[in-house]
Protein backbone atom coordinates (compact mmCIF):
# COMPACT_ATOMS: atom_id res chain seq x y z
CA UNK A 1 0.00 0.00 0.00
CA UNK A 2 1.13 3.64 -0.83
CA UNK A 3 1.47 6.07 1.71
CA UNK A 4 2.65 8.99 -0.44
CA UNK A 5 -0.16 11.14 -0.43
CA UNK A 6 0.02 12.03 3.53
CA UNK A 7 -1.31 15.23 3.75
CA UNK A 8 1.18 17.75 6.14
CA UNK A 9 -0.43 17.79 9.20
CA UNK A 10 -1.96 21.02 10.02
CA UNK A 11 -0.42 23.22 13.21
CA UNK A 12 -2.54 23.06 16.05
CA UNK A 13 -3.51 26.86 16.15
CA UNK A 14 -3.59 26.60 20.23
CA UNK A 15 -0.45 25.54 20.58
CA UNK A 16 2.49 28.15 20.64
CA UNK A 17 5.97 28.02 19.22
CA UNK A 18 9.22 28.96 21.50
CA UNK A 19 10.27 32.55 20.98
CA UNK A 20 13.23 34.51 22.66
CA UNK A 21 12.91 38.27 23.62
CA UNK A 22 16.18 39.52 22.24
CA UNK A 23 15.51 43.05 23.29
CA UNK A 24 13.85 45.00 25.72
CA UNK A 25 13.32 48.89 25.88
CA UNK A 26 12.00 50.67 28.69
CA UNK A 27 9.88 53.48 27.21
CA UNK A 28 8.10 54.96 30.40
CA UNK A 29 8.11 54.09 33.99
CA UNK A 30 5.56 51.34 33.35
CA UNK A 31 5.90 50.39 29.45
CA UNK A 32 8.43 48.07 27.98
CA UNK A 33 9.11 47.18 24.57
CA UNK A 34 10.01 43.56 24.27
CA UNK A 35 11.79 42.37 20.86
CA UNK A 36 11.04 38.51 20.03
CA UNK A 37 12.29 36.01 17.88
CA UNK A 38 12.60 32.29 17.04
CA UNK A 39 15.20 30.00 16.02
CA UNK A 40 13.26 30.09 12.95
CA UNK A 41 13.37 34.05 12.59
CA UNK A 42 10.56 36.03 13.02
CA UNK A 43 7.75 34.06 14.85
CA UNK A 44 4.71 34.75 11.88
CA UNK A 45 4.19 37.61 9.54
CA UNK A 46 1.91 40.12 10.95
CA UNK A 47 -0.37 42.71 9.03
CA UNK A 48 -0.51 45.75 11.10
CA UNK A 49 -3.33 46.00 13.75
CA UNK A 50 -2.46 41.87 14.21
CA UNK A 51 -2.85 40.47 17.41
CA UNK A 52 0.02 37.81 19.08
CA UNK A 53 -0.55 35.48 21.64
CA UNK A 54 2.51 35.79 23.99
CA UNK A 55 3.30 34.02 27.59
CA UNK A 56 5.43 33.01 29.61
CA UNK A 57 4.60 29.48 30.21
CA UNK A 58 4.64 28.78 33.92
CA UNK A 59 2.47 32.45 34.40
CA UNK A 60 0.24 32.74 31.84
CA UNK A 61 -0.77 34.18 28.11
CA UNK A 62 -2.49 36.73 27.10
CA UNK A 63 -3.11 38.73 23.75
CA UNK A 64 -1.06 42.03 22.50
CA UNK A 65 -0.54 44.04 19.48
CA UNK A 66 2.55 43.56 17.67
CA UNK A 67 3.34 47.69 18.05
CA UNK A 68 5.92 46.71 14.82
CA UNK A 69 8.47 44.83 13.54
CA UNK A 70 11.83 44.01 11.76
CA UNK A 71 12.87 41.82 9.59
CA UNK A 72 13.55 38.73 12.29
CA UNK A 73 11.50 40.15 15.01
CA UNK A 74 8.17 41.05 16.33
CA UNK A 75 7.69 43.81 18.97
CA UNK A 76 5.25 43.93 21.64
CA UNK A 77 4.84 47.39 23.78
CA UNK A 78 3.64 46.42 27.24
CA UNK A 79 2.29 48.00 29.89
CA UNK A 80 2.59 47.03 33.25
CA UNK A 81 -0.74 46.38 34.58
CA UNK A 82 -1.65 42.24 35.99
CA UNK A 83 -0.12 38.77 36.57
CA UNK A 84 1.72 38.24 33.46
CA UNK A 85 2.81 41.98 32.40
CA UNK A 86 4.32 41.94 35.99
CA UNK A 87 5.96 38.74 34.95
CA UNK A 88 7.03 40.16 31.69
CA UNK A 89 8.85 43.64 33.34
CA UNK A 90 11.05 41.30 35.31
CA UNK A 91 12.33 39.29 32.89
CA UNK A 92 16.00 40.22 31.02
CA UNK A 93 16.69 40.02 26.98
CA UNK A 94 17.42 35.82 26.37
CA UNK A 95 14.63 34.48 28.45
CA UNK A 96 12.37 32.26 26.53
CA UNK A 97 8.56 33.03 25.80
CA UNK A 98 5.89 31.41 23.86
CA UNK A 99 4.45 32.69 21.02
CA UNK A 100 1.47 32.32 18.68
CA UNK A 101 -0.79 33.88 16.21
CA UNK A 102 -0.95 36.04 14.18
CA UNK A 103 -4.46 37.01 15.14
CA UNK A 104 -7.62 39.74 14.39
CA UNK A 105 -8.16 41.59 11.19
CA UNK A 106 -5.74 44.02 11.34
CA UNK A 107 -5.78 47.76 9.96
CA UNK A 108 -7.52 47.85 6.39
CA UNK A 109 -4.66 49.32 4.62
CA UNK A 110 -6.02 48.73 1.12
CA UNK A 111 -9.02 51.50 2.52
CA UNK A 112 -6.19 53.95 3.65
CA UNK A 113 -4.11 53.88 0.85
CA UNK A 114 -4.49 56.95 -1.23
CA UNK A 115 -5.28 58.78 1.86
CA UNK A 116 -4.39 61.32 4.00
CA UNK A 117 -4.04 59.54 7.90
CA UNK A 118 -4.86 61.22 10.82
CA UNK A 119 -3.60 59.28 13.76
CA UNK A 120 -4.68 59.90 17.29
CA UNK A 121 -3.26 58.13 19.92
CA UNK A 122 -3.47 58.33 24.35
CA UNK A 123 -0.72 56.64 26.47
CA UNK A 124 -0.34 52.45 25.29
CA UNK A 125 -2.77 52.62 23.03
CA UNK A 126 -0.18 54.10 20.57
CA UNK A 127 1.31 50.45 20.50
CA UNK A 128 -1.30 49.28 18.15
CA UNK A 129 -1.72 52.52 16.12
CA UNK A 130 2.32 52.53 15.59
CA UNK A 131 2.01 49.25 13.37
CA UNK A 132 0.14 51.19 10.91
CA UNK A 133 2.03 54.16 11.11
CA UNK A 134 5.44 52.25 10.60
CA UNK A 135 3.15 50.27 7.46
CA UNK A 136 2.81 53.47 5.80
CA UNK A 137 6.16 55.27 6.41
CA UNK A 138 7.75 51.92 4.72
CA UNK A 139 5.34 52.51 1.82
CA UNK A 140 5.17 55.95 1.75
CA UNK A 141 3.87 56.48 -1.90
CA UNK A 142 0.97 54.38 -1.19
CA UNK A 143 -0.38 56.78 1.47
CA UNK A 144 -1.26 60.66 1.24
CA UNK A 145 -0.39 63.13 4.40
CA UNK A 146 -0.13 61.95 8.17
CA UNK A 147 -0.63 63.43 10.92
CA UNK A 148 0.23 61.97 14.46
CA UNK A 149 -1.57 63.62 17.67
CA UNK A 150 -0.47 61.77 20.68
CA UNK A 151 -0.33 62.37 24.28
CA UNK A 152 -0.21 60.95 27.74
CA UNK A 153 0.11 61.86 31.44
CA UNK A 154 3.37 63.33 31.34
CA UNK A 155 6.77 63.60 29.52
CA UNK A 156 7.48 60.53 31.08
CA UNK A 157 4.58 58.27 29.82
CA UNK A 158 4.69 59.01 26.20
CA UNK A 159 5.69 56.01 24.65
CA UNK A 160 7.79 55.19 21.57
CA UNK A 161 10.28 58.83 22.19
CA UNK A 162 12.49 58.05 19.25
CA UNK A 163 9.97 57.62 16.85
CA UNK A 164 7.76 60.64 18.17
CA UNK A 165 10.61 63.34 18.55
CA UNK A 166 12.64 61.97 15.94
CA UNK A 167 11.96 59.33 13.16
CA UNK A 168 8.62 60.33 12.24
CA UNK A 169 9.11 63.94 12.11
CA UNK A 170 11.57 63.17 9.38
CA UNK A 171 9.14 61.15 7.51
CA UNK A 172 8.33 63.10 4.25
CA UNK A 173 4.92 64.82 4.65
CA UNK A 174 4.49 63.41 8.11
CA UNK A 175 3.59 65.81 11.17
CA UNK A 176 4.11 65.11 14.79
CA UNK A 177 1.66 66.82 17.63
CA UNK A 178 2.42 65.93 21.20
CA UNK A 179 0.27 66.88 24.36
CA UNK A 180 0.93 65.98 27.92
CA UNK A 181 -2.08 65.87 30.40
CA UNK A 182 -0.16 68.53 32.68
CA UNK A 183 2.27 70.68 32.86
CA UNK A 184 5.43 70.05 33.64
CA UNK A 185 9.18 72.38 33.68
CA UNK A 186 10.85 71.69 30.99
CA UNK A 187 8.30 71.03 28.61
CA UNK A 188 7.57 73.36 25.89
CA UNK A 189 5.04 71.63 23.98
CA UNK A 190 0.98 71.07 24.21
CA UNK A 191 -0.31 70.69 27.39
CA UNK A 192 -3.90 69.02 27.78
CA UNK A 193 -6.04 66.59 27.08
CA UNK A 194 -5.67 64.82 23.57
CA UNK A 195 -9.52 65.47 22.38
CA UNK A 196 -9.15 69.14 23.07
CA UNK A 197 -5.89 69.02 21.36
CA UNK A 198 -7.33 67.53 18.81
CA UNK A 199 -9.97 70.05 18.34
CA UNK A 200 -7.34 72.80 18.67
CA UNK A 201 -5.40 71.00 15.81
CA UNK A 202 -8.96 70.63 13.91
CA UNK A 203 -7.39 68.71 10.85
CA UNK A 204 -10.05 69.03 8.11
CA UNK A 205 -11.65 65.34 7.53
CA UNK A 206 -11.88 65.64 3.66
CA UNK A 207 -9.78 62.70 2.25
CA UNK A 208 -9.06 61.25 5.68
CA UNK A 209 -9.24 58.51 7.46
CA UNK A 210 -8.68 58.83 11.00
CA UNK A 211 -7.43 55.79 13.19
CA UNK A 212 -7.86 56.40 17.41
CA UNK A 213 -6.39 54.21 20.19
CA UNK A 214 -5.97 54.91 24.11
CA UNK A 215 -8.13 54.63 27.35
CA UNK A 216 -11.85 54.04 26.69
CA UNK A 217 -12.54 57.71 28.12
CA UNK A 218 -10.19 59.23 26.00
CA UNK A 219 -11.83 57.68 22.62
CA UNK A 220 -15.13 58.66 23.46
CA UNK A 221 -14.30 62.41 23.63
CA UNK A 222 -11.79 62.01 20.68
CA UNK A 223 -15.30 60.34 18.93
CA UNK A 224 -16.98 63.39 19.60
CA UNK A 225 -14.64 65.62 19.23
CA UNK A 226 -14.08 63.95 15.53
CA UNK A 227 -17.91 64.19 14.84
CA UNK A 228 -18.39 67.79 15.45
CA UNK A 229 -15.45 68.35 13.22
CA UNK A 230 -17.93 66.68 10.25
CA UNK A 231 -15.80 63.00 10.12
CA UNK A 232 -18.19 60.79 9.15
CA UNK A 233 -18.25 56.94 11.04
CA UNK A 234 -16.95 55.09 7.95
CA UNK A 235 -13.77 56.85 7.87
CA UNK A 236 -13.06 56.50 11.55
CA UNK A 237 -11.60 53.24 12.53
CA UNK A 238 -10.41 51.90 16.44
CA UNK A 239 -8.96 48.70 17.71
CA UNK A 240 -10.80 47.28 20.56
CA UNK A 241 -9.29 44.57 23.55
CA UNK A 242 -11.01 42.62 25.71
CA UNK A 243 -10.11 39.83 27.47
CA UNK A 244 -9.20 36.83 25.08
CA UNK A 245 -7.80 33.24 25.71
CA UNK A 246 -8.01 31.45 22.64
CA UNK A 247 -7.89 33.80 19.72
CA UNK A 248 -9.30 32.09 17.40
CA UNK A 249 -12.94 32.89 18.16
CA UNK A 250 -13.74 29.61 20.31
CA UNK A 251 -13.19 30.19 23.68
CA UNK A 252 -16.28 32.86 23.61
CA UNK A 253 -15.31 35.78 26.21
CA UNK A 254 -14.03 38.54 23.74
CA UNK A 255 -17.60 38.64 21.88
CA UNK A 256 -19.39 41.84 21.30
CA UNK A 257 -22.78 40.80 20.30
CA UNK A 258 -21.62 37.68 17.15
CA UNK A 259 -18.37 39.37 16.55
CA UNK A 260 -15.76 38.06 17.94
CA UNK A 261 -13.41 40.70 18.47
CA UNK A 262 -9.79 38.23 18.56
CA UNK A 263 -11.39 37.17 14.75
CA UNK A 264 -13.51 39.93 13.57
CA UNK A 265 -11.70 42.45 15.09
CA UNK A 266 -9.77 44.20 16.60
CA UNK A 267 -10.25 46.76 14.45
CA UNK A 268 -13.62 47.94 13.50
CA UNK A 269 -14.91 51.54 11.91
CA UNK A 270 -17.07 53.60 14.25
CA UNK A 271 -19.93 52.78 11.02
CA UNK A 272 -19.43 49.39 12.33
CA UNK A 273 -19.60 49.85 16.27
CA UNK A 274 -22.33 52.24 16.11
CA UNK A 275 -24.45 48.68 14.89
CA UNK A 276 -22.74 46.51 17.35
CA UNK A 277 -23.75 46.36 21.26
CA UNK A 278 -22.42 48.86 23.09
CA UNK A 279 -20.39 46.34 25.77
CA UNK A 280 -16.69 46.77 25.92
CA UNK B 1 -34.41 -2.45 10.40
CA UNK B 2 -31.87 -4.17 12.56
CA UNK B 3 -33.15 -5.40 15.20
CA UNK B 4 -31.72 -6.65 18.59
CA UNK B 5 -33.15 -7.92 21.88
CA UNK B 6 -33.00 -5.93 24.65
CA UNK B 7 -31.68 -7.76 26.96
CA UNK B 8 -28.74 -8.67 24.71
CA UNK B 9 -27.57 -4.62 24.34
CA UNK B 10 -24.08 -5.87 26.71
CA UNK B 11 -23.18 -8.12 23.81
CA UNK B 12 -23.94 -5.38 21.11
CA UNK B 13 -21.92 -2.88 23.64
CA UNK B 14 -19.03 -5.24 23.85
CA UNK B 15 -18.81 -5.99 20.21
CA UNK B 16 -18.69 -2.18 19.40
CA UNK B 17 -16.04 -2.00 22.78
CA UNK B 18 -13.65 -3.92 20.89
CA UNK B 19 -13.15 -1.74 18.43
CA UNK B 20 -14.05 1.98 20.24
CA UNK B 21 -14.71 3.74 23.41
CA UNK B 22 -18.30 3.42 23.59
CA UNK B 23 -20.37 6.25 25.60
CA UNK B 24 -23.56 5.15 27.47
CA UNK B 25 -25.96 6.87 29.21
CA UNK B 26 -25.62 6.17 32.87
CA UNK B 27 -26.41 6.70 36.53
CA UNK B 28 -23.75 8.08 38.82
CA UNK B 29 -25.73 9.27 42.64
CA UNK B 30 -28.34 10.54 40.87
CA UNK B 31 -26.59 11.98 37.51
CA UNK B 32 -26.53 10.40 34.98
CA UNK B 33 -23.90 11.37 31.78
CA UNK B 34 -22.15 9.61 29.27
CA UNK B 35 -19.62 7.43 30.39
CA UNK B 36 -17.71 4.76 29.05
CA UNK B 37 -19.14 1.29 28.50
CA UNK B 38 -17.30 -1.40 30.70
CA UNK B 39 -19.56 -4.84 31.35
CA UNK B 40 -21.62 -4.12 34.37
CA UNK B 41 -22.45 -0.55 33.85
CA UNK B 42 -25.95 -0.38 34.10
CA UNK B 43 -27.28 2.09 31.07
CA UNK B 44 -30.34 4.96 31.66
CA UNK B 45 -31.59 4.49 28.36
CA UNK B 46 -35.39 4.91 29.28
CA UNK B 47 -35.48 8.32 31.01
CA UNK B 48 -34.96 10.69 29.01
CA UNK B 49 -31.84 13.00 28.38
CA UNK B 50 -28.98 12.65 30.57
CA UNK B 51 -28.13 15.42 33.15
CA UNK B 52 -25.01 16.26 31.76
CA UNK B 53 -25.21 16.56 27.74
CA UNK B 54 -22.77 14.19 25.84
CA UNK B 55 -20.59 17.61 24.46
CA UNK B 56 -17.67 16.35 26.99
CA UNK B 57 -17.16 13.18 24.54
CA UNK B 58 -15.90 15.66 21.82
CA UNK B 59 -15.37 18.62 24.43
CA UNK B 60 -13.88 16.95 27.60
CA UNK B 61 -14.48 19.21 30.67
CA UNK B 62 -10.95 19.72 31.02
CA UNK B 63 -8.23 18.82 28.48
CA UNK B 64 -4.59 18.67 28.34
CA UNK B 65 -2.92 20.68 25.31
CA UNK B 66 0.46 20.77 25.63
CA UNK B 67 3.41 20.42 28.23
CA UNK B 68 6.39 22.44 28.44
CA UNK B 69 9.65 22.62 30.63
CA UNK B 70 11.06 25.81 31.67
CA UNK B 71 14.69 25.66 33.63
CA UNK B 72 15.91 29.33 34.68
CA UNK B 73 15.05 31.23 30.76
CA UNK B 74 15.50 27.96 28.95
CA UNK B 75 11.92 26.80 27.63
CA UNK B 76 10.40 23.68 25.39
CA UNK B 77 7.33 22.70 24.45
CA UNK B 78 5.76 19.24 23.91
CA UNK B 79 2.60 18.85 22.24
CA UNK B 80 0.41 16.18 23.62
CA UNK B 81 -0.53 13.41 21.13
CA UNK B 82 -4.16 13.59 19.83
CA UNK B 83 -6.72 11.99 21.08
CA UNK B 84 -8.21 9.70 17.95
CA UNK B 85 -9.14 7.16 19.86
CA UNK B 86 -12.50 5.66 18.23
CA UNK B 87 -15.93 6.95 19.87
CA UNK B 88 -19.08 5.71 19.48
CA UNK B 89 -21.82 7.74 21.70
CA UNK B 90 -24.80 4.81 22.18
CA UNK B 91 -27.98 6.23 22.98
CA UNK B 92 -27.83 10.15 22.11
CA UNK B 93 -30.88 11.72 22.21
CA UNK B 94 -31.93 14.11 19.06
CA UNK B 95 -31.95 17.26 20.96
CA UNK B 96 -27.61 16.26 21.78
CA UNK B 97 -27.24 15.17 18.01
CA UNK B 98 -28.11 18.68 17.29
CA UNK B 99 -25.99 20.13 19.77
CA UNK B 100 -23.17 18.20 18.43
CA UNK B 101 -23.81 20.05 15.01
CA UNK B 102 -23.98 23.24 16.57
CA UNK B 103 -20.31 22.50 18.12
CA UNK B 104 -19.15 22.01 14.99
CA UNK B 105 -19.98 24.96 13.36
CA UNK B 106 -18.36 26.65 16.46
CA UNK B 107 -15.58 24.62 16.45
CA UNK B 108 -14.65 23.34 12.51
CA UNK B 109 -16.36 26.73 10.77
CA UNK B 110 -15.13 30.34 10.09
CA UNK B 111 -11.90 30.42 9.50
CA UNK B 112 -9.90 27.81 12.20
CA UNK B 113 -10.35 24.05 12.69
CA UNK B 114 -9.98 23.55 16.90
CA UNK B 115 -7.70 20.70 16.55
CA UNK B 116 -8.38 18.93 20.34
CA UNK B 117 -12.36 19.10 19.19
CA UNK B 118 -11.67 17.83 15.56
CA UNK B 119 -9.42 14.65 16.37
CA UNK B 120 -12.01 13.17 18.52
CA UNK B 121 -15.55 14.49 16.06
CA UNK B 122 -14.00 12.74 13.20
CA UNK B 123 -13.63 9.53 15.24
CA UNK B 124 -16.73 9.67 16.84
CA UNK B 125 -19.66 8.18 15.87
CA UNK B 126 -23.20 8.95 17.32
CA UNK B 127 -26.15 6.32 17.63
CA UNK B 128 -29.07 8.20 18.11
CA UNK B 129 -32.16 6.69 20.24
CA UNK B 130 -35.55 8.72 19.09
CA UNK B 131 -38.48 9.75 22.19
CA UNK B 132 -40.90 7.97 22.69
CA UNK B 133 -41.77 9.80 25.94
CA UNK B 134 -41.21 13.57 26.71
CA UNK B 135 -39.68 14.86 29.82
CA UNK B 136 -41.84 18.23 31.22
CA UNK B 137 -38.40 20.05 30.21
CA UNK B 138 -38.35 19.00 26.74
CA UNK B 139 -39.11 21.36 23.99
CA UNK B 140 -36.86 20.67 21.36
CA UNK B 141 -39.61 21.07 18.47
CA UNK B 142 -39.41 24.66 18.61
CA UNK B 143 -36.08 24.42 16.84
CA UNK B 144 -37.43 22.16 14.17
CA UNK B 145 -35.95 18.74 16.14
CA UNK B 146 -37.50 15.51 15.21
CA UNK B 147 -37.67 14.30 18.89
CA UNK B 148 -38.75 10.55 17.19
CA UNK B 149 -35.42 10.50 14.54
CA UNK B 150 -32.34 12.38 14.84
CA UNK B 151 -31.12 14.09 12.02
CA UNK B 152 -27.11 13.99 11.53
CA UNK B 153 -26.92 10.91 13.57
CA UNK B 154 -24.69 8.14 11.58
CA UNK B 155 -27.06 5.52 13.06
CA UNK B 156 -30.89 5.59 14.35
CA UNK B 157 -32.10 3.86 16.96
CA UNK B 158 -35.28 3.08 17.73
CA UNK B 159 -37.19 1.85 21.25
CA UNK B 160 -39.45 -0.83 19.84
CA UNK B 161 -40.67 -2.36 22.92
CA UNK B 162 -38.90 -5.54 23.83
CA UNK B 163 -36.07 -4.90 21.19
CA UNK B 164 -34.36 -1.93 19.58
CA UNK B 165 -34.30 -1.06 16.23
CA UNK B 166 -31.25 0.26 13.79
CA UNK B 167 -31.08 2.13 10.78
CA UNK B 168 -27.48 3.16 9.73
CA UNK B 169 -27.44 6.56 7.67
CA UNK B 170 -24.09 7.07 7.08
CA UNK B 171 -21.21 4.84 6.08
CA UNK B 172 -19.59 5.18 9.59
CA UNK B 173 -22.57 4.06 11.01
CA UNK B 174 -22.88 0.98 8.63
CA UNK B 175 -19.34 0.28 9.86
CA UNK B 176 -20.49 0.36 12.90
CA UNK B 177 -23.23 -1.89 12.61
CA UNK B 178 -21.36 -4.48 10.80
CA UNK B 179 -19.05 -4.92 13.71
CA UNK B 180 -22.06 -6.60 15.62
CA UNK B 181 -24.00 -8.53 12.78
CA UNK B 182 -24.12 -11.31 13.98
CA UNK B 183 -25.65 -10.18 17.09
CA UNK B 184 -28.62 -8.83 14.53
CA UNK B 185 -32.20 -9.78 13.24
CA UNK B 186 -33.68 -8.75 10.38
CA UNK B 187 -37.07 -7.34 11.08
CA UNK B 188 -39.75 -5.07 9.48
CA UNK B 189 -40.89 -3.11 12.00
CA UNK B 190 -41.53 0.85 11.86
CA UNK B 191 -40.32 3.31 13.78
CA UNK B 192 -42.22 4.31 16.73
CA UNK B 193 -44.50 7.39 17.12
CA UNK B 194 -41.97 10.02 18.52
CA UNK B 195 -43.37 11.63 21.90
CA UNK B 196 -44.89 15.06 21.18
CA UNK B 197 -43.38 18.14 23.35
CA UNK B 198 -44.91 18.82 26.89
CA UNK B 199 -43.82 22.34 26.44
CA UNK B 200 -44.27 24.70 24.02
CA UNK B 201 -43.18 28.19 22.78
CA UNK B 202 -42.73 29.82 19.61
CA UNK B 203 -39.69 30.75 18.64
CA UNK B 204 -41.00 33.20 15.57
CA UNK B 205 -39.59 36.25 15.09
CA UNK B 206 -37.29 36.08 18.85
CA UNK B 207 -34.40 37.34 17.47
CA UNK B 208 -35.11 40.51 15.15
CA UNK B 209 -37.22 40.81 18.35
CA UNK B 210 -34.13 40.49 20.54
CA UNK B 211 -31.68 42.37 18.20
CA UNK B 212 -34.06 45.72 18.93
CA UNK B 213 -33.89 44.68 23.06
CA UNK B 214 -30.58 45.03 24.08
CA UNK B 215 -31.36 47.74 26.82
CA UNK B 216 -34.70 46.56 27.58
CA UNK B 217 -35.24 47.41 31.16
CA UNK B 218 -36.64 43.47 31.22
CA UNK B 219 -32.66 41.95 31.14
CA UNK B 220 -32.62 44.05 35.20
CA UNK B 221 -36.17 41.73 35.99
CA UNK B 222 -34.94 38.53 34.54
CA UNK B 223 -31.55 38.64 36.07
CA UNK B 224 -32.48 39.93 39.53
CA UNK B 225 -32.79 36.21 40.95
CA UNK B 226 -30.10 34.54 38.74
CA UNK B 227 -27.22 33.41 40.79
CA UNK B 228 -24.29 33.18 38.56
CA UNK B 229 -23.74 30.25 39.68
CA UNK B 230 -23.10 28.61 36.17
CA UNK B 231 -25.06 25.33 36.55
CA UNK B 232 -26.91 26.02 33.18
CA UNK B 233 -23.62 26.95 31.05
CA UNK B 234 -22.20 23.45 32.70
CA UNK B 235 -25.38 20.97 31.68
CA UNK B 236 -25.97 22.97 28.18
CA UNK B 237 -25.22 20.76 25.26
CA UNK B 238 -23.95 23.44 23.10
CA UNK B 239 -22.22 25.77 25.58
CA UNK B 240 -18.61 26.26 24.48
CA UNK B 241 -16.55 28.49 26.56
CA UNK B 242 -13.48 27.39 27.71
CA UNK B 243 -10.90 28.82 29.43
CA UNK B 244 -6.61 27.98 28.87
CA UNK B 245 -4.37 27.91 32.24
CA UNK B 246 -1.27 26.09 33.66
CA UNK B 247 -0.72 23.29 35.88
CA UNK B 248 3.05 23.97 37.31
CA UNK B 249 5.16 21.43 38.84
CA UNK B 250 8.31 23.29 39.98
CA UNK B 251 9.70 23.73 36.52
CA UNK B 252 7.20 22.07 34.22
CA UNK B 253 3.90 21.90 33.59
CA UNK B 254 1.02 21.77 31.03
CA UNK B 255 -1.38 23.71 29.52
CA UNK B 256 -5.04 22.46 29.83
CA UNK B 257 -8.11 24.03 28.74
CA UNK B 258 -11.67 23.88 30.79
CA UNK B 259 -14.85 25.17 30.58
CA UNK B 260 -15.49 28.39 31.76
CA UNK B 261 -19.13 30.55 32.50
CA UNK B 262 -20.11 33.62 30.95
CA UNK B 263 -21.90 33.78 34.31
CA UNK B 264 -18.73 34.16 35.84
CA UNK B 265 -17.31 37.89 36.28
CA UNK B 266 -13.62 36.27 35.95
CA UNK B 267 -14.58 35.16 32.40
CA UNK B 268 -14.42 38.90 31.28
CA UNK B 269 -12.62 40.83 33.59
CA UNK B 270 -9.37 42.33 32.46
CA UNK B 271 -5.85 43.22 33.98
CA UNK B 272 -5.89 46.51 34.65
CA UNK B 273 -9.59 45.86 35.67
CA UNK B 274 -11.54 47.12 32.65
CA UNK B 275 -15.19 45.07 32.79
CA UNK B 276 -17.33 45.08 29.79
CA UNK B 277 -19.67 43.08 31.93
CA UNK B 278 -20.11 44.02 35.15
CA UNK B 279 -23.21 42.65 36.81
CA UNK B 280 -25.45 39.94 36.73
CA UNK B 281 -27.66 41.96 34.48
CA UNK B 282 -24.88 42.03 31.60
CA UNK B 283 -23.91 37.93 31.66
CA UNK B 284 -27.63 36.40 32.08
CA UNK B 285 -27.99 38.65 28.84
CA UNK B 286 -25.13 37.72 27.21
CA UNK B 287 -26.17 33.95 27.59
CA UNK B 288 -29.38 34.29 26.35
CA UNK B 289 -28.77 36.37 23.08
CA UNK B 290 -25.80 33.86 22.54
CA UNK B 291 -28.49 31.39 22.20
CA UNK B 292 -31.17 33.28 20.77
CA UNK B 293 -29.58 36.02 18.64
CA UNK B 294 -26.05 35.80 18.50
CA UNK B 295 -25.77 32.08 17.08
CA UNK B 296 -28.47 32.92 14.88
CA UNK B 297 -26.85 35.79 13.31
CA UNK B 298 -23.04 33.97 13.44
CA UNK B 299 -24.34 30.62 12.25
CA UNK B 300 -27.73 30.87 10.75
CA UNK B 301 -29.14 28.77 13.28
CA UNK B 302 -30.35 29.18 17.29
CA UNK B 303 -27.61 28.13 19.79
CA UNK B 304 -30.47 26.24 22.04
CA UNK B 305 -31.90 23.10 21.07
CA UNK B 306 -34.58 22.71 23.78
CA UNK B 307 -32.90 19.74 25.98
CA UNK B 308 -34.40 21.92 29.14
CA UNK B 309 -31.37 20.75 31.06
CA UNK B 310 -30.86 24.51 31.72
CA UNK B 311 -34.45 25.13 33.23
CA UNK B 312 -34.56 21.63 34.75
CA UNK B 313 -31.41 22.31 36.59
CA UNK B 314 -31.56 25.84 37.37
CA UNK B 315 -31.79 27.09 41.06
CA UNK B 316 -33.99 29.65 40.89
CA UNK B 317 -36.05 28.32 38.18
CA UNK B 318 -35.00 30.72 35.66
CA UNK B 319 -36.59 29.25 32.35
CA UNK B 320 -35.70 29.87 28.41
CA UNK B 321 -38.92 29.66 27.57
CA UNK B 322 -40.24 32.06 29.88
CA UNK B 323 -37.75 34.03 28.41
CA UNK B 324 -38.92 33.70 25.35
CA UNK B 325 -42.25 34.56 26.13
CA UNK B 326 -41.41 37.58 27.90
CA UNK B 327 -39.47 38.82 25.38
CA UNK B 328 -42.49 38.24 22.59
CA UNK B 329 -44.92 40.05 24.48
CA UNK B 330 -43.37 42.72 25.09
CA UNK B 331 -44.81 45.91 22.76
CA UNK B 332 -42.24 47.92 20.95
CA UNK B 333 -42.29 51.77 20.48
CA UNK B 334 -42.46 51.82 17.00
CA UNK B 335 -39.16 54.13 16.69
Same mark, same amino acid.
Given at each position: ?20 ? /???? =? ?20 ? $???? @? ?41 ? =? ?11 ? $? ?15 ? @? ?14 ? !? ?5 ? /? ?45 ? $? ?20 ? /? ?11 ? @? ?5 ? /? ?10 ? @? ?21 ? !????? $???? | ?27 ? %? ?18 ? %? ?139 ? %? ?94 ? %? ?49
Amino acid at each position: MSSSATATPVANPLVPVVGKV /IKIV =QETPDVKTFHVTTDQGKPFVPM $PGQL @GMLSIAPVGEAMFSVTSQGPDHLEFAIKKTGILTDALHEIEPG =QAVAVRGPYGNGF $PVDFCKGKDILFIGGGI @GLAPVRSLINYCVANR !QDFGNLQ /IIYGARSSADLCFKEDLFENWPQVPNCRVDVTIDRAEEGWNGNVGFV $PAFLEKLNPSPEGKVAVTCGPP /IMIKFVLAALAKM @GYVPEQI /ITTLELRMKCGI @GKCGRCNIGSCYVCLDGPVFTLA !QLNTM $PNEY | MQTIQKSRVPDLLAALAKDATVFVPAKD %NGVSSFVPWVPGVELALGEG %NTTLSPKGVTFPQTEKMYCYKAPGTELSIEEVPADSTRRVVFGIRPCDVKGFYLMDQLFLTRGYEDTFYKTKRDNSVLISLGCIQAMPTCFCEAFGINPGKAEGADVLMYDLGDFYGFEAVTAKGEGVLALAGGLFSTAGG %NPPAAAANSLQVDVEGITPKLQKMFEHPLWAEICRTCLNCGTCTYVCPTCHCFDINSANRGQEGYKYRCWDSCMFSDYTLMAGGHQPRPTKKERVR %NRFLHKLQYYPERFGDFGCVGCGRCLAKCPVTIDITRLIRQFKEVALDVQ
